[in-house]
């Protein structure tokens, strides 16, 4: 059963980097099925889709964050990573990790979603 | 990007009910739609793909259809398990869009 966890800092100041790590366990994130993905619902709102990340390195970002996103893997770890930066109180949301699959592009496994707050 | 649009916004069914939420497109996205069901403090969790394929393990009573612009996603009886936000996701195009999702309630 593949399983996914989020870490990072739950609280971070407006003009810093928000950085977060996805843990994959139960399967390679290796696997070319797959993309992996993050997902963010600031609190009471919808999804927002933020990129993806392919094993080799490729990735596509929302061109709405596109600016300050970048999502890097480590393939050795089976960890990809988000960084965002220049965050304002408007980045305050739960960030997901998620399996993307390649060929539905159906996002089918989740972690639990951390909260991150901006906040001085 | 292409835009979702759902309605409503919000429903309120009794246990035994049929329920229908929609979703339209801002333009042709074929069958490249998918359904989530999200409870309260919970990650989202898929139920649709491809507009009308059931997931592994989910319930028969969920289905979907439509194609094109227009899509439907039924609960044929809604049970008190159901109770979460329902978004659909089109994939024809990046970015990924979700609609604004659908807060199901129990009368």
């Known amino acids: 059963q593949v399983q996914l966890q989020e870490s ?5 100041k407006p003009s810093q980097t928000l950085s977060l790590t996805c843990t994959v366990s139960g399967g390679s ?5 797959y993309y992996w993905s993050w997902i963010r619902q600031p609190p009471g709102k919808g999804l927002e889709w933020i990129g993806y990340i392919y094993y080799s390195g490729s990735t596509y970002y929302n061109p709405s964050l ?7 893997v480590d393939t050795s770890k089976n960890q990809f990573s988000l960084k965002l930066s220049s965050v304002t109180a408007a980045d305050t949301a739960v960030y997901y990790c998620a ?9 089918d496994y989740w972690g639990q979603g951390t909260l991150v707050t901006v906040s001085s | ?13 009794s246990v035994g009910d049929r329920v229908t939420i929609t979703c339209q497109a801002s333009q042709d996205i074929s069958n490249y739609l998918n359904w989530y069901q999200q409870k309260p403090g919970k990650a989202p969790k898929l139920l649709i793909y491809d507009a009308s394929n059931l997931e592994t393990g ?23 398990e159901d109770i979460a936000t329902y978004y659909c996701q089109q994939y024809d195009n990046l970015p990924v869009t979700f609609g604004q999702g659908t807060k199901l309630e129990i009368k």
């Open chain 2, 1 to 13: 990007d292409i835009q979702m649009t759902q309605s409503p916004s919000s429903l309120s069914a």
């Open chain 1, 29 to 33: 994130i290796s696997s070319g099925d």
């Open chain 1, 8 to 12: 990072g800092p739950g609280l971070v």
């Open chain 1, 99 to 107: 399996r993307e699959a390649a060929a539905t592009v159906t996002l």
């Open chain 2, 58 to 80: 989910v319930p028969s009573r969920f289905s979907g259809s439509g194609s094109g612009t227009d899509f439907t996603f039924t609960i044929s009886s809604l049970q008190p």
């Open chain 1, 66 to 72: 596109k600016s300050r996103v970048t999502i890097s």
